[in-house]
């Protein structure tokens, strides 16, 4: 079994517009947009980062928002619910405040012992809030304050139809079954994850039709490791239990591997350095649309043909 998973570092999901997500993420749900750039592999969408003040493993939630994207089917094979933490006897006003944002499907739910707020996002992203002791610092430099804020992830909620090789996946990453509830199965990181974002949910439904990906899916969920020498034993690993793994990607604020996994979810293994400070001051995270090397040379195309600017 492994040790060397800290918990959730990122979750990538797909948009259909780039000024509605921001807006949604940093002022519907105050989260702090600490990088602007680019999809590497796909320079001509941007790739928007949210999250805590620095943008923390654990706290990131990110989109591609391709213009236009056609909605994403939901179904089996796919992340279904993304859930942030948020401190305890906070739903209610949540619950409001989503409202009066005109936040649809907005659903009070309580189960393993937990409030939550479900709703969707703006592309009919599947969202939860989960009331939680955490005792991360939250961003309150935006449209929060620290008795509302959202603390970073508190779980992904996989639907599958499947879920026994997964399970088994999940187990060898260094996670617990730990409860279950209806169709529902909790697994969290022994001895608790280093980075507060420890918390699996598998929901099977054995019937249900596969997904098709698109806008307000998700793209992929990111794992995090401390470092290199972490990821490379995690790669190793899975590589010797039979998975078929990319080499190490350099993603400018952490290095990648992928992998897909049994039950049809796009897995990732995230380093928490170099982070995002590592090309802009922290009190100006996400503000200048930030380029890698390799598109460098295509700053004037992409900004005068490709990237609308966003109004903050
Ligand atoms: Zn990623």
Request: aromatic share 10%.
């Amino acid at each position: 079994m492994l040790s060397q998973i800290n918990g959730l570092h990122h979750v990538t999901s797909i948009a259909s517009d780039a000024q509605q997500n921001n807006d949604f993420f940093t002022k519907t749900l105050g989260l702090r947009r600490v990088k602007k750039t680019v999809n590497f592999d796909a320079p001509e969408v941007y790739h928007l980062y949210y999250g805590d003040e620095i943008g923390s493993p654990g706290t990131v939630m990110t989109y591609f928002p391709f213009p236009n994207a056609r909605r994403g089917r939901p179904g089996a094979g796919e992340v279904a619910v993304t859930a942030f933490a948020i401190p305890k006897g906070s739903r209610d006003w949540w619950a409001d405040h989503l409202a009066a944002q005109g936040v649809q499907n907005i659903l009070k739910q309580d189960y393993l012992g937990e409030a939550r707020l479900r709703f969707d996002g703006p592309d009919g992203d599947g969202f939860a809030l989960v009331e939680t002791d955490d005792d991360r610092t939250p961003w309150t430099g935006g449209t929060m304050d620290a008795d509302h804020a959202i603390r970073g992830f508190h779980s992904t909620q996989m639907r599958l139809a499947d879920s026994g090789a997964t399970a088994e996946l999940l187990g060898f990453m260094g996670y617990e079954r730990q409860d279950s509830a209806g169709d529902i199965t909790r697994f969290a990181l022994a001895g608790g994850g280093a980075n507060g974002a420890s918390v699996i949910d598998i929901e099977t439904l054995p019937n249900a039709p596969d997904a098709a990906q698109g806008a307000g899916s998700v793209h992929h969920v990111a794992f995090s490791v401390d470092d290199r020498d972490a990821q490379l034993e995690v790669r190793k690993a899975l590589i010797d239990t039979g998975y078929q793994v990319t080499p190490v990607i350099d993603r400018d604020y952490f290095w990648a591997i992928y992998f897909r996994t049994p039950g049809g979810v796009l897995f990732e293994v995230a380093t928490n350095e170099p982070g995002f400070d590592r090309d802009e001051d922290r009190a100006h995270l996400g503000e200048a649309l930030k380029l890698p090397s390799q598109h460098a040379h295509l700053r004037e195309v992409l900004e005068k043909d490709y990237l609308d600017p966003i109004r903050d």
